[in-house]
Nanobody
Framework: QVHVVASGGGLVQSGGSLRLSCTIS????????IDWYRQTPGNEREWVAS???????TYTDSAKGRFTISRNNVRNRVTLDMSSLKPEDTAVYYC?????????WGQGTQVTVSP
């Protein structure tokens, strides 16, 4: 059974930093790309960043230069370091992976950036 657990959200002032973590069990972690998405009320979930099984990161344009995704294959953990946060980064952030064609999502962690 796959379990995806995200943590690390919170309230931060504009310009501040936060670190989100995602721990996944039930998969051969090192073989799977892992993604972060975010969602605001009334909007669709949008992709933020991914890291390939080989450790190659990709980012949405708004995250480039501010967010860093990394993975630790020993701890089965992916981290999203967010800096220079803006109020428009306020959202619920979700960790995501795919195993054998099925999508697995974490429970979401709230990030709130005050002006």
């Amino acid at each position: 059974q796959v379990h995806v657990v995200a943590s690390g959200g919170g309230l931060v002032q504009s310009g501040g930093s936060l670190r989100l973590s995602c721990t996944i069990s039930g998969i051969n972690f090192r073989l799977h790309p892992i993604d972060w998405y975010r969602q605001t009320p009334g909007n669709e979930r949008e992709w933020v960043a991914s890291i390939s099984s080989g450790g190659t990161p990709t980012y949405t344009d708004s995250a480039k230069g501010r967010f860093t995704i990394s993975r630790n294959n020993v701890r089965n953990r992916v981290t999203l370091d967010m800096s220079s946060l803006k109020p428009e980064d306020t959202a619920v952030y979700y960790c995501h992976t795919i195993r054998q064609g099925s999508h697995y999502w974490g429970q979401g962690t709230q990030v709130t950036v005050s002006p």
